[in-house]
């Protein structure tokens, strides 16, 4: 994660904000006399918002530990035992 002074940050704001949509990276802004912050897009955050809350529900990542078929396993296994002509 990039750091930068708040300063320079109000000096190049529409660059940074620029650069944190477009390569999808957050911004660390440090102050002096305060609490630092971190600047991501909005997609960037609803992204870690749905993870965590995945990460969070026990019951969801159970069905997501359930589930054992990826797609290398499923184009193996398609490879292996070729579906019949009705797709079955």
């Known amino acids: 994660m990039e750091s930068v002074s708040v300063n320079r940050f109000r000096d190049n704001l529409k660059n940074f904000v620029e650069q ?14 305060g609490e ?3 600047v991501l897009s909005a997609d960037d ?3 870690e ?17 359930n589930f054992s078929i990826t ?8 490879q292996t035992f070729p579906l019949s002509k009705s797709g079955r």
């Open 49 to 65: 918002q749905e993870t965590l809350y995945i990460l969070q529900n026990n019951e969801l990542m159970k069905q997501i530990g």
């Open 36 to 38: 630092d912050f971190v």
């Open 45 to 47: 955050w609803e992204r």
């Open 20 to 33: 944190s949509i477009n390569e999808h990276v957050p911004i660390k802004v440090t102050r002096r006399n």
């Open 71 to 78: 797609p290398c396993s499923y184009a193996f296994s398609r």
